[in-house]
């Protein structure tokens, strides 16, 4: 079974602060990878998304994630963080698969709180 | 909006009661899931359905069951809540390579 790891527990920043997540996972197939965002009292959304293709990819609110397949990792950037990117951030992959549903495993998650 | 839905947002229960948790999507998705979140633990998952008809265990059943009504609905069943399954639910959908669409959740406190 995959499993998802996260570095961090609690971040804290500075506004304008650059932001880099770290996500390792375990898995010895083709993997889909994900980023959600959980602001406070609301549900995950998605932030981005990598299945396949340029390993550099860019999602909503300026953030960007890059899977690395040799180091099994998929970390979450942002150059210049707002007070409004205080939330909680979930890594999770989903085994690739031809056909069927694609069960996410999630990470433990990592606080991320900006500082004005 | 389109988008999954999910009853009720919060909810008390006495140790031993029943109660049912209930999620629609309106995506015309095949596959539907719960899960649980715990501070510190993630999103785990209880129960999932691939396609209407089928359901099958996640990382943590115990102590629920589910039914996918039909391909809108799949709902979560706690026969006899415990402290244990206080918890925040979240129901999602998706179709086939996409990610989940969540739900907005149900906050359960078991007393």
């Known amino acids: 079974a995959q499993s998802v790891s996260q570095h961090n527990h609690h971040v804290i920043l500075s506004e304008a602060a650059s932001l880099e997540l770290g996500c390792n996972y375990s898995y010895g197939g083709t993997v889909n990878l994900f980023w959600y965002v959980q602001y406070p009292g609301q549900h995950l959304q998605l932030l981005l998304k990598?299945?396949?293709?340029?390993?550099l990819v860019k999602g909503i609110k300026g953030f960007e994630a890059e899977f690395i397949k040799s180091k099994f990792s998929f970390n979450l950037r942002k150059p210049s963080v707002q007070w409004s990117d205080t939330a909680e951030y979930f890594c999770?992959?989903?085994?690739?698969?031809?056909?069927?549903?694609?069960?996410?495993?999630f990470g433990k998650g990592t606080k991320l709180s900006v500082i004005p | 909006n389109a988008g999954v839905t999910q009853t009720p947002k919060f909810q008390v229960l006495k140790t031993g009661q029943s109660m049912t948790l209930q999620c629609a999507q309106d995506?015309?998705?095949?596959?539907m899931y719960w899960y649980r979140q715990d501070p510190g633990m993630g999103l785990r998952l209880i129960y999932y359905s691939a396609s209407e008809g089928t359901t099958d265990k996640g990382e943590v059943p115990n102590g629920y069951n589910v039914s996918r009504l039909n391909k809108r609905e799949f709902s979560l069943r706690l026969e006899s809540a415990a402290p244990s399954q206080t918890s925040v639910y979240f129901c999602a959908s998706s179709e086939g390579n996409r990610e989940d669409t969540f739900g907005s959740g149900t906050r359960l406190t078991v007393v």
């Open positions: 990598y299945f396949s293709g340029d390993p």
């Open positions: 999770a992959v989903s085994p690739y698969s031809g056909a069927g549903s694609y069960q996410l495993t």
């Open positions: 995506m015309n998705h095949n596959s």
